[in-house]
T-cell receptor, first 111, second 114 residues
């Protein structure tokens, strides 16, 4: 079952912050985050492998709450280059080769 | 190091025609995947290959077949294309188990079925 992402779309001005949420109705064993720019392939951002884990990459970070079955992606002091669609992906089951992706959150950063 | 490459980049087919989408990776990865992406639907897994010599169905396998030709190459075949198969197709690869490893995506093939 697909994870649910919210919001579906968000518009930010440069320098503003945003939070993208990813939640699942079933147990989460890991959460992947990818960004896709228009007309391009998805690009890996980070994986969170266990509950309570937090990771950061430049000014983009994420947390994973295993008990709540959700993950959040935090974008701080947004830049124009952050624009794109963000996807979370979760495995079908423990050790599964298959990822199921959310429908995506479209982020637009304007000057 | 090209990563994941896909051919063709764009294709137009008529209903009923067949075609094969090619994918190759040069990262010595064990696992490879085929996804389709439709507007508002995210990425959906069609087939995957956990290792050379094995293939398994994903979420939306109907109307497709795959071949893991060798460790580098994983092809997707449409035997009789239908308008519902109009989509963007992405191939991806990962070193090991997909749920714990980064997946690297190719540039995509845009397919239009008339």
């Amino acid at each position: 079952q697909q994870p649910v992402q919210s919001p579906q779309a968000v518009i930010l001005r440069e320098g503003e912050d945003a939070v993208i949420n990813c939640s699942s109705s079933k147990a989460l064993y890991s959460v992947h985050w990818y960004r896709q720019k228009h007309g391009e392939a998805p690009v890996f951002l980070m994986i969170l492998l266990k509950g309570g884990e937090q990771k950061g990459h430049d000014k983009i970070s994420a947390s994973f709450n295993e008990k709540k079955q959700q993950s959040s992606l935090y974008l701080t002091a947004s830049q124009l280059s952050y624009s794109g669609t963000y996807f979370c992906g979760t495995p079908f089951g423990a050790g599964s080769y298959q990822l199921t992706f959310g429908k995506g959150t479209k982020l637009s950063v304007i000057p | 190091n090209a990563g994941v490459t896909q051919t063709p980049k764009f294709q137009v087919l008529k209903t009923g025609q067949s075609m094969t989408l090619q994918c190759a990776q040069d990262m010595n990865h064990n696992s490879m995947y085929w996804y389709r992406q439709d507007p508002g639907m995210g990425l959906r897994l069609i087939y995957y290959s956990a290792s050379e010599g094995t293939t398994d169905k994903g979420e939306v396998p109907n109307g497709y077949n795959v071949s893991r030709l060798n460790k580098r190459e994983f092809s997707l075949r449409l035997e009789s294309a239908a308008p519902s198969q109009t989509s963007v197709y992405f191939c991806a690869s990962s070193a090991g188990t997909g749920s714990q490893e980064t997946q690297y995506f190719g540039p995509g093939t845009r397919l239009l079925v008339l």
